[in-house]
């Protein structure tokens, strides 16, 4: 069964820390990885990864995908209030250039920034 | 362009009665799934419909269903409701093929609660 484990699960900061969370995979047919941000409503889209060793980088926010070790991680820097949210990440899986159309999702990391 | 719409946005419901959901997808996109989040299982996949077709089905029991209309809408339903289908029911559209088949872009939820 296709698995996604993020870590740590909660994590409390101040503001202009930096962040680095976890997400950790074991699946078959693995097509991209992606992170999401959740506040109170809908996740909202951050970074797809398909490829092993290109960083990904949207401002203060950034993540890299490691295939070999099936890993991967977001980093945020400089920390603000504004980041407190549930990161997830999640796994698509596919095969031959199509998707099964399922992403599978850890439990996510609980961030709170404290002014 | 306008996001993903689902209706209603909050219900209230009395077990054994049953329940349609309504998702409206971005514009152009051909693929809705839908997943059902709760504070002890997180993000969980339901299904998924492609061009009218179910692509692909989470592990829930019989009585969670789903359609998709030309149009690409797709209604989720769940008949006889138990107290543990209370959960955010959440709704995403992609194009669903090709290079970007599993960047989703959420909805805000239907928040069920079963009494």
């Known amino acids: 069964e296709d698995k996604v484990v993020q870590s740590p699960l909660s994590l409390v900061v101040h503001e202009g820390d930096t962040v680095t969370l976890n997400c950790s995979y074991e699946v078959t047919n693995f097509r991209s990885l992606l992170w999401y941000k959740q506040e109170k409503k809908a996740p909202t889209f951050l970074f797809m990864l398909?490829?092993?060793?290109i960083e990904k980088k949207s401002g203060r926010l950034s993540s890299i995908l490691d295939k070999k070790e099936l890993f991967s991680i977001l980093n945020i820097t400089a920390t603000q209030t504004g980041d407190s949210a549930i990161y997830l990440c999640?796994?698509?899986?596919?095969?031959?250039?199509?998707?099964?159309?399922?992403?599978?999702f850890g439990q996510g990391t609980i961030l709170t920034v404290h002014p | 362009k306008a996001g993903v719409t689902q209706t209603p946005r909050y219900l209230i419901k009395t077990r054994g009665q049953q329940v349609t959901l309504s998702c409206s997808p971005i514009?152009?996109?051909?693929?809705v799934s839908w997943y059902q989040q709760t504070p002890g299982q997180g993000l969980q996949f339901l299904f998924e419909?492609?061009?009218?077709?179910?692509?692909n089905k989470g592990n829930f029991p019989g009585r969670f269903s789903g359609r998709q209309f030309s149009n690409s809408r797709s209604e989720m339903n769940v008949s006889t409701l138990e107290l543990g289908d209370s959960a955010l029911y959440l709704c995403a559209s992609s194009y669903g093929q090709g290079k970007f088949a599993g960047e989703l872009f959420f909805g805000e939820g239907s928040r069920l609660t079963v009494l």
């Open positions: 999640a796994v698509e899986v596919g095969a031959g250039g199509t998707s099964y159309g399922k992403l599978t």
């Open positions: 514009s152009g996109h051909r693929s």
């Open positions: 398909t490829s092993s060793g």
């Open positions: 419909y492609f061009s009218e077709t179910q692509r």
